[in-house]
C-alpha cells in the first residue's frame, strides 16, 4: 500500500518567511498528487496538483509545488508567508489507476504577524 | 446545494450506542468518499461510492461501521456501538467522476465524540 510522509508537523513563521513544507510518497509509479489546505475553522479545499507535464505546479495564493520523481517528493513552497496562510496543509497521492487518495497526516503552520 | 453538506455538524454519545452521518454532496457529483481524521492523525480512507455502489470499503475498521448511498446522492454513515476509539472527525467529500486526477470537494465534517 502507498504511504504519504509528511515530516513537518508543526511550523511556526514570521510573516515574509519562506515556506517549504516536505511530502514523500512511497508508491513507485505513475502518480497523482495533490496538496489541500484546511484553513481555521474551514473545510479542506485544493491548494494545487499535478499530474502530469511540467514538474512545477503553480497553484491559488502564490503557492507553488515541485514534483521530483527521482526522490518521491512533491514539496509545497511560497517565499514570503502572509499571517492568512495560517492553515493546516495536506499532502495527498493517488495512483496506480486508484480512485482513493492517501493522505499524509498533515502539517500545522503558524504564521506570526 | 453549493457545496458538499454534513450533518450533525457535532455529536456527542455515549459508548455503546449507534450513530449516523449524513452527507449530502454537490449536485451531480457522482463519487464520495468518507474519510476519517482524528486528533494528531491525517486522514484515514473509509469507503468509496461510485453512484451507488462501494467498489472500494477497505477502509472500514470493523463491522461496527458501514455506510449506504441512495440515489446516486445522499450517504449515511452507521457506527453500530459505538466505542471511545470512534471519537474523531469524519469527512465527506464528492467528486465529478472520482477520476485519479479529480478534485475532491470536502464538508465541514462530523465531529464525533463518545463519552
Known amino acids: 500500500a502507498q504511504s504519504v510522509s509528511q515530516h513537518n508537523h508543526h511550523v511556526i513563521l514570521s510573516e515574509a518567511a519562506s515556506l517549504e513544507l516536505g511530502c514523500n510518497y512511497s508508491y513507485g509509479g505513475t502518480v497523482n498528487l495533490f496538496w489541500y489546505v484546511q484553513y481555521p475553522g474551514q473545510h479542506l479545499q485544493l491548494l494545487l496538483k499535478?499530474?502530469?507535464?511540467?514538474?512545477l505546479v503553480k497553484g491559488i495564493k502564490g503557492f507553488e509545488a515541485e514534483f521530483i520523481k527521482s526522490k518521491f517528493s512533491f514539496n509545497l513552497r511560497k517565499p514570503s508567508v502572509q499571517w492568512s496562510d495560517t492553515a493546516e496543509y495536506f499532502c495527498a497521492v493517488s495512483s496506480g489507476g486508484s480512485y482513493i487518495p492517501t493522505f499524509g497526516r498533515g502539517t500545522s503552520l503558524i504564521v506570526h504577524p | 446545494g453549493a457545496g458538499v453538506s454534513q450533518s450533525p455538524s457535532n455529536k456527542v454519545t455515549e459508548k455503546g450506542k449507534d450513530v449516523e452521518l449524513r452527507c449530502d454532496p454537490i449536485s451531480g457529483h457522482t463519487a464520495l468518499y468518507w474519510y476519517r481524521q482524528s486528533l494528531g492523525q491525517g486522514l484515514e480512507f473509509l469507503i468509496y461510492f461510485q453512484g451507488n455502489s462501494a467498489p472500494d470499503k477497505s477502509g472500514l475498521p470493523s463491522d461496527r461501521f458501514s455506510a449506504e448511498r441512495t440515489g446516486g446522492s445522499v450517504s449515511t454513515l452507521t457506527i453500530q456501538r459505538t466505542q471511545q476509539e470512534d471519537s474523531a472527525v469524519y469527512l465527506c467529500?464528492?467528486?465529478?467522476?472520482?477520476?485519479?486526477?479529480?478534485?475532491?470537494?470536502f464538508g465541514e465534517g462530523s465531529r464525533l465524540t463518545v463519552l
Open positions: 499535478y499530474f502530469s507535464g511540467d514538474p
Open positions: 467529500a464528492s467528486s465529478m467522476s472520482g477520476t485519479t486526477t479529480g478534485e475532491l470537494f
